[in-house]
């Protein structure tokens, strides 16, 4: 147990349709990251909150995409008017103390038809 | 773009046999991680090594980390088929937010 879910584990949906993600940290931590995972390679990072305060965004981050921590415990991510290209695995990492390791949820896997 | 690039990209071993993964990366790092993916799964957390550290050990796993040379090496000893996963390398840059870069990451296969 990494102390990080997600929901949903797996999403299918239709190209154009939004779909919205959740990662929820079993208790609070300042710092949550977001990064999305494509079938070979490895995560690519998209956000990165600190508490509520978003701090940094990767430009894989389109306009498409918004992220959300309110209250600094769960995030969201949603993608609206989804691609094709939008299909992978999404996964939200948490820094559990202060060794700097991250945890990693089980992904919430999107596939676009 | 991925900073890490792990070598080889795909390995395949008898059970019982050491297992070596190397990962180059590019800028200076505050630190550096092993993950393990089995198929279509999450990341699961191995080891972290600092900047200032040259080698550590957990359990069967001992990871190197050569700052000079911008590389790491993870081995696994007496690998076991439950071993079978992909395994990544992952830095964050120095001064930098923690985030992580990761490699494309290494396909191990142990074959009973």
């Known amino acids: 147990d990494t102390g990080v879910s997600q929901d949903p584990r797996h999403k299918i949906t239709k190209r154009g349709q939004n779909v919205t993600f959740r990662c929820d940290p079993i208790?609070?931590?300042?710092?949550l990251y977001w990064y999305r995972q494509t079938l070979g390679q490895g995560p690519e990072f998209l956000t990165y909150?600190?508490?509520?305060?978003?701090?940094?965004k990767s430009r894989l981050l389109s306009d498409r995409f918004s992220a959300e921590r309110p209250k600094g415990s769960f995030s969201t991510l949603e993608i609206q008017r989804t691609e094709q290209g939008d299909s992978a695995m999404y996964l939200c990492?948490?820094?559990?103390?202060?060794?700097?390791?991250?945890?990693f949820g089980p992904g919430t896997r999107l596939t676009v038809l | 773009s991925q900073q890490g690039e792990e070598d080889p990209q795909a390995l395949s071993i008898q059970e019982g046999e050491n297992a070596t993964m190397n990962c180059s990366y590019k800028?200076?790092?505050?630190?550096l991680q092993w993950y393990r993916q089995n198929s279509g799964r999450g990341l699961v957390h191995l080891i972290l090594?600092?900047?200032?550290?040259r080698e550590k050990h957990s359990g069967r796993l001992r990871v190197t980390l050569d700052t000079s040379k911008k590389s790491s090496s993870l081995l696994i000893t007496a690998s076991r088929a439950a071993d079978t996963a992909s395994y990544f390398c992952?830095?964050?840059?120095?001064?930098?937010?923690?985030?992580?870069?990761f490699g494309k990451g290494t396909k191990l296969t142990v074959n009973p």
């Open positions: 990492a948490i820094i559990l103390d202060t060794t700097d390791t991250q945890y």
């Open positions: 208790s609070e931590h300042n710092r």
């Open positions: 909150f600190q508490n509520e305060a978003q701090l940094e």
């Open positions: 800028t200076s790092i505050n630190n």
């Open positions: 090594i600092r900047s200032n550290e």
């Open positions: 992952a830095t964050d840059k120095e001064g930098g937010s923690e985030k992580l870069v």
